[in-house]
């Protein structure tokens, strides 16, 4: 699993090698001093039209920083002895993003006494569901132990708290969860409630924590579909919250709960009361919450995908034509809301009888949704009896028969889910960051190869919010000369999947979509050839 932190501000150390092309920034300074040291070449070229200053941009030679290791809260500089632990846990790769365990900040609280031979250190992962966690605390055990002057080493096992990306902008019920993953179909009757609720079960059975919210009013699901000790949800009298039932340690949330059955009512009030159910709920702290989207693409869909920071959405289809159809609208709007889906389950594709495999609904609707959005997983459900009645039974299939066929797919499917919610959050925890030794914004949009670099004040100028820019008239509010040359960001957070908040020293909070800032002047990126050492 991938840290959530940008690489830039690891604790640990990067190497630098001599095959690397050197990379040269465009920087706007009106007057620079240049050290002839640093400096071997200057390149010059027109900013913009608008500016019509002249752009330096010095070659300037990167250099490799010293490696240190994080003990407790405090980084020190690492000795050899440091250095051939680090050296031994970087053999040990990520499969998921190809990077070694130590480039990603997993490991923690190192302690050495050399004298004795022994090592202890902490693997600290993203999320206690991690699939792989056993093979690295193997592998770290064995890497360290082959050093020649090592007797004894201790690994320990942990996993980040709980926390979304950007916490301060929630209610106060979402600010403990780490991701949230809507399973939709947009059209009823597929089988999108048992997915959802077979997925919630297998994540918890790999170690998260869990909760599951039916967002369906109209026609609640999850009553059926589980059957927890306490049936009714129960108000916190004091701070005005909504205490989650349980089932076999998932929390529950359903509008079948309150003790309405079903909803008789007009949309609004539909989206208010699931705005109330899902962000006054005490969730505590979860790694994964997986919410139940109703059917369609109307007034309560767009509610929760803009109340609800979702980290990914998995979409459920069967194999007719129609059902394909109506699926493609759903797209189309995690599409627009940039809500990354990752995953699409085709449900109800065969069963075999007679040493043959039958398909009595066709075949390809779920191959057609990956091929045509690119979604990079897909996975087959079988028609099966136990699967249709565990779902009316009260306990779901993956707990009642967790060694079978269903629930081997379902395991396959929450490997997945856990591994595309961790490379999402790494994509936006490091899409836009600001680097002092450049004096340049980094820009590297999820989903996207290409990174480019934009001066700071280039980005403020462009703010296209209502107090630099007249809403009515359109005039720019904001003139050229009110934004310092050398102005630099004090704070840059991530805005869901598709913006980040810009906080200047004046105070204000810029927010910055990522196709706003695709459109932006860029800086000059020039790369020359390194010389061979």
């Not at 000790?229 to 005005?240: G, T």
């Not at 028609?383 to 028969?401: N, Y």
């Not at 379902?410 to 490379?423: E, H, M, P, R, S």
């Not at 359109?474 to 934004?483: F, H, P, S, T």
Request: aromatic letters at 8%; a negative charge; hydrophobic letters at 40%.
């Amino acid at each position: 699993m991938q840290v959530l932190q940008a690489p830039s501000s690891s604790p640990y150390f990067s190497i630098q090698t001599s095959k690397a092309p050197q990379r040269t920034w465009g920087l706007l300074p009106s007057s620079v001093s240049v050290n002839s040291s640093l400096f071997s070449t200057f390149h010059f070229s027109l900013h913009s039209q608008r500016d019509q200053h002249l752009l330096w941009t010095p070659h300037k030679r990167v250099t490799t920083r010293a490696a240190s290791v994080e003990v407790g809260d405090s980084s020190v500089s690492t000795g050899t002895a440091e250095d051939d632990v680090l050296k031994a846990l970087s053999q040990i790769i990520d499969p998921d993003f190809g990077t070694d365990i130590v480039t990603c900040g997993f490991v923690k609280d190192l302690l050495i006494d050399k004298a004795l031979g022994e090592v202890s250190f902490r693997l600290e992962l993203t999320t206690p569901a991690c699939p792989i966690k056993d093979v690295f605390e193997q592998k770290a055990n064995e890497v360290v132990a082959m050093l020649p002057w090592v007797k004894n080493v201790k690994v320990t096992m942990s996993a980040q708290p709980a926390r979304p990306i950007y916490a301060e902008q929630l209610p106060a019920g979402l600010q403990t969860i780490s991701n949230i993953v809507a399973v939709s179909s947009c059209k009823g009757g597929v089988g999108k409630s048992t997915v959802a609720v077979n997925l919630a079960y297998t994540l918890a059975d790999m170690g998260a924590r869990v909760g599951l919210f039916d967002a369906d009013v109209y026609g609640p699901s999850l009553p059926t579909m589980v059957s927890p000790e306490n049936r009714l949800l129960v108000m916190n009298p004091e701070k005005k919250t909504i205490i989650p039932t349980e089932y076999l340690g998932v929390k529950l949330i359903s509008f079948g709960f309150a003790g309405q059955g079903r909803a008789i009512m007009r949309g609004p009030m539909v989206s208010g009361v699931i705005n109330q159910l899902l962000t006054t709920t005490e969730w505590g702290e979860l790694d994964y919450l997986i919410i139940d989207m109703p059917p369609g693409t109307g007034d309560i869909q767009l509610t929760l995908c803009q109340v609800v920071p979702l980290t990914a959405a998995v979409i459920v289809t069967t194999p007719q034509k129609l059902s394909f159809i109506d699926v493609a609208k759903g797209v189309r709007m995690f599409s627009k809301l940039k809500v990354p889906c990752v995953a699409v389950v085709e449900n109800m594709c065969h069963f075999d009888a007679d040493g043959k495999r039958y398909y009595p609904f066709g075949r390809g609707s779920g191959s057609q949704v990956v091929q045509q959005f690119g979604i990079p997983h897909l996975f087959d459900l079988p028609i099966r009896p136990t699967l249709s009645a565990s779902g009316d039974s009260g306990m779901p299939e993956v707990v009642a028969d967790p060694q079978g066929e269903v629930s081997k797919i379902f395991q396959n499917l929450g490997v997945c889910v856990v591994q595309q919610c961790a490379k999402i959050r790494q994509q936006v925890s490091t899409a836009v960051t600001y680097d002092k030794s450049i004096k340049a914004i980094k820009v590297k949009v999820p989903d996207s190869k290409e990174e480019f670099f934009l001066h700071p004040a280039t980005v403020r100028r462009n703010d296209r919010s209502a107090q630099s820019v007249d809403e009515w008239t359109g005039e720019q509010k904001l003139q050229y000369g009110d934004v310092p040359e050398d102005i630099e960001p004090e704070e840059i957070r991530p805005m869901g999947n598709y913006a980040v908040s810009i906080t200047w020293p004046d105070g204000f909070s810029q927010i910055a979509p990522y196709d706003q800032l695709q459109m932006i002047e860029r800086l000059v990126d020039v790369f020359e050839p390194s010389v061979q050492a």
